[in-house]
């Protein structure tokens, strides 16, 4: 079992930045991609960036293209999201979650190749 713990959200006025943090639990992070999706009310949870177990590939939602930026670092089995110029359509609850047999390209868009879930760290930005 992998358990994920999301920090670092909170309310920030637009054109502002903040910068996610998702720790593992496990020593064995460094083998799984890991992922980034948001959840604003009333809409679908949606894929925000993706990072391959080494750190070589990324990968990104259009909208977030750009503005976000992905990263981990495999020795505190943490990963982290760079937020910057962020907008109102920005806000929402953003899930970090863990892809034990990895991803690449469009596959890592897809909720399902990913077993494990943080509980969600709210951001909030103002207009």
């Known amino acids: 079992q992998v358990q994920l713990v999301e920090s670092g959200g909170g309310l920030v006025q637009a054109g502002g930045s903040l910068r996610l943090s998702c720790a593992a639990s496990?020593?064995?992070?460094?083998?799984?991609?890991m992922g980034w999706f948001r959840q604003a009310p009333g809409k679908e949870r949606e894929f925000v960036a993706a990072?391959?177990?080494?750190?070589?590939?990324?990968y990104y939602a259009e909208s977030v293209k750009g503005r976000f930026t992905i990263s981990r670092d495999n020795g505190l089995n943490t990963v982290y999201l760079q937020m910057n110029s962020l907008k109102p359509e920005d806000t929402a609850v953003y899930y970090c979650?863990?892809?034990?047999?990895?991803?690449?390209?469009?596959?890592?868009?897809?909720?399902?190749?990913?077993?494990?879930w943080g509980q969600g760290t709210q951001v909030t930005v103002s207009s």
């Open positions: 979650a863990a892809a034990p047999r990895g991803c690449s390209g469009s596959g890592c868009y897809r909720t399902l190749i990913y077993d494990y």
């Open positions: 496990r020593r064995i992070f460094s083998s799984y991609a």
């Open positions: 990072i391959s177990w080494s750190g070589a590939s990324t």
